[in-house]
């Protein structure tokens, strides 16, 4: 299936080529809401708060907006413009793009995937997409038979189901779990995802290693688990990737995903709202009616009042920020690597073009028994032998992230997503580490290559390879991750649960809402937890009165 998504954050890095603006400061001591954090989760809120005649501020520590969602030039003199962070959108409801009025575009791919492998000696693999009639030959050449494509057209159908009985449900009010399993009106599609491990409808349905290794993927991004953990995250994460837009593609975002923040940057300034850059929030103090949000500049430190404060951060930044007790640790479990290539490499695999192979999700050392070693030996304490991990090529769907010279002359970019690498693995030496599970991932791809990667690597103007890799520790240092986990925390059903509040952004504290990834329904480039915090706020009585709210999320 097509994948994956991005990783979230409120805070940025340098290099940020996107919107920074005119370098706005507070003008009013107090504001209906203050949002902290400028992701693109706090500029979706701003936005709809602002258009709605609300006066707005958001205050961003570092000196752009976008969080991870922006677009940079990591290169040295390269005019290449990579979503460095985020890269794909699959869960942005076009809801939010309508009622926004943004300009901007997603691209669709026509290749889901591609699936090197070796079998009986040979080079070979799966590519799914093309069309239905190629797709079919493409698993009847692969595993012999039709069993493997009608019980993926079956499964698939399934989960389309779900897609759209469920995604409409994001920007609504949290159904109870009854309420959204009437909705889905599939018990059997209820089971499978919802009620035990993804993992065995994975093998009663799926009979080749390979297939079901693709298949699983969709339910370990950015999430350690195993086919099997009992606590279904990794149905969770499943779901997410299965649900969005209501059919499941992962769509690539035209001028990359600096394009997406800029134009919410955009939308929420010329709306009214303040976007303060250079503020870094340090403390809320509320009473649950009225709020006081101390920050600090270069300059010096400042107060603001609010009615409301919507917190684009992580549950672990809202603790501290609030004083209150902070969450259980969050930990990431992924590699994160942007390339650079004058040309695509050569495939062992000769009877696949890479420039199809490449288009698509790249999966590699993605078997499912290899996913199941992986996490094995990552959950000892070790880096897999096999690091699991997929690529995909933005370039190649939309070349004007590209300087005019680069695409002339065939350049193309490679984003690759590791898999099964737990934050606790580099907690020894960060950059050694990362140097080690670089080469072994590299060593995976080339594998399936006809010639070695660096030789097709562009480089920079001081000579360098055009390649950079991040991996959990880096993103909590980089971005404010907690433990570099990409959801910032366990991803949530998208349903109510004690204590989730009626919009899934509540917090024990009746004005101060958290509009971050790690929201109910959070996750992914979305907008979903800005737009629920957003109208958490707009459907309050005109008087102010706070309605009941939860716990603390």
């Not at 005019?79 to 793009?97: C, F, G, H, N, Q």
């Not at 409808?201 to 297939?211: C, M, S």
């Not at 920050?295 to 920020?321: C, F, I, K, M, W």
Request: aromatic letters at 6%; one cysteine or more; charged letters at 20%.
């Amino acid at each position: 299936m097509p994948a994956h998504e991005g990783i979230q954050g409120h805070q940025g890095h340098q290099g940020h080529q996107g919107h920074q603006g005119h370098g706005d400061r507070p003008g009013h001591r107090a504001y209906d809401a203050v949002i902290v954090g400028g992701g693109h989760n706090g500029l979706v809120a701003a936005a709809y708060l602002a258009r709605a005649g609300r006066s707005v501020l958001v205050l961003e520590r570092l000196d752009h907006t976008g969080g991870a969602a922006v677009s940079t030039r990591p290169f040295t003199g390269v005019d290449a413009r990579l979503s460095r962070y985020s890269y794909l959108v699959s869960l942005l409801p076009r809801k939010i793009l309508r009622d926004l009025g943004l300009d901007f575009r997603l691209q669709g791919r026509t290749i889901s995937s591609y699936t090197p492998v070796e079998r009986g000696g040979r080079p070979t693999g799966l590519l799914v997409g093309g069309g239905e009639e190629r797709t079919r030959e493409a698993f009847a050449r692969l595993t012999g038979g039709e069993h493997e494509y009608a019980a993926w057209e079956r499964f698939y159908a399934m989960t389309g189901h779900v897609a759209r009985r469920v995604f409409p449900t994001l920007t609504e009010p949290l159904p109870t779990r009854d309420e959204l399993r009437r909705r889905v009106d599939d018990e059997e599609a209820w089971r499978i995802l919802f009620e035990e491990p993804v993992g065995v409808a994975v093998e009663e349905r799926f009979a080749d290693d390979l297939v079901r290794g693709v298949v699983l993927t969709d339910a370990l991004i950015g999430t350690f688990a195993d086919a099997h953990d009992p606590s279904l995250k990794q149905n969770r994460c499943f779901l997410y990737h299965v649900i969005g837009g209501g059919t499941g593609a992962w769509d690539v975002p035209v001028g990359g995903m600096g394009a997406l923040t800029d134009a919410l940057a955009a939308a929420a300034r010329e709306a009214g709202a303040v976007l303060a850059t250079g503020h870094e929030a340090v403390r809320i103090d509320t009473d649950g009616r009225t709020a006081e949000v101390a920050y600090r500049t270069a300059d010096g430190e400042g107060v603001v009042a609010a009615r409301h404060v919507l917190v684009n951060a992580s549950p672990q930044a809202l603790a501290a920020l609030t004083g209150d007790e902070p969450p259980a640790p969050a930990e990431g479990a992924q590699l994160k690597v942007n390339m650079l290539l004058t040309r695509l490499p050569r495939l062992r695999d000769s009877s696949v073009d890479p420039r199809e192979a490449f288009a698509g999700t790249f999966h590699i050392a993605e078997g499912y028994e290899q996913l199941a070693t992986a996490h094995a030996q990552a959950a000892a304490g070790e880096l897999p032998t096999a690091p699991p991990s997929e690529i995909y090529c933005h370039s190649l769907t939309d070349p004007t992230i590209l300087g005019p010279d680069l695409v002339a002359k065939g350049y193309q970019t490679l984003t690759l997503f590791g898999l099964h690498t737990p934050a606790r693995l580099f907690d020894r030496d960060n950059d050694g580490v990362r140097e080690e599970l670089l080469r072994t991932t590299l060593a995976q791809l080339e594998a399936h290559l006809a010639e070695p990667l660096a030789d097709c690597l562009a480089t920079d103007a001081d000579g360098r390879p055009c390649i950079e890799a991040r991996t959990p520790l880096d993103l909590e240092r980089d971005l404010g991750l907690p433990g570099g986990n990409i959801f910032h925390r366990d991803l949530a059903w998208p349903y109510a649960q004690e204590g989730a509040g009626r919009w899934g952004v509540e917090t024990r504290h009746a004005n101060v809402l958290l509009c971050g990834a790690g929201a109910v329904r959070g996750g992914g480039v979305s907008g979903v937890p800005g737009h629920n915090a957003a109208m958490a706020v707009l459907e309050e009585p005109a008087d102010g009165t706070a309605q009941p709210h939860a716990q603390q999320i």
